[in-house]
């Protein structure tokens, strides 16, 4: 079992920055990825960004040139440094870590709220 932790979130005018964190229970060095995901009750759950074995790293085309994932092994940490916000990053924000093909885990989440 992995648990997960995310904070970081808060009310933030367009243009503006946040760096969520997500601090796991135990090292993520051997997981297969670990991904934010977010939610608006608008849309379905939605994959932003990921970083997979071996530091590839993924981002969807909305947050791409703004959006910045990167982790520290050392503190069993994840990140996601948000710039250039915009009201449509509005949403929940979930932490996804993948162990194996049957064992994903998840975070509370942490709400990220941008005002026009």
């Known amino acids: 079992q992995v648990q997960l932790v995310e904070s970081g979130g808060g009310l933030v005018q367009a243009g503006g920055s946040l760096k969520l964190s997500c601090v796991a229970s135990?090292?993520?060095?051997?997981?297969?990825?670990v991904a934010w995901y977010r939610q608006s009750p608008e849309k379905e759950r939605e994959l932003v960004a990921q970083?997979?074995?071996?530091?590839?790293?993924f981002y969807a085309d909305f947050v791409k040139g703004r959006f910045t994932i990167s982790g520290d092994s050392a503190k069993n940490t994840v990140y996601l440094q948000m710039n250039a916000l915009k009201p449509d990053d509005t949403g929940v924000y979930f932490c996804?870590?993948?162990?194996?093909?049957?064992?994903?885990?998840w975070g509370q989440g942490t709400q990220v709220t941008v005002s026009s």
């Open positions: 996804h870590v993948v162990e194996s093909r049957i064992r994903k885990y």
């Open positions: 135990r090292s993520l060095f051997s997981m297969l990825a």
């Open positions: 970083i997979a074995r071996g530091a590839e790293t």
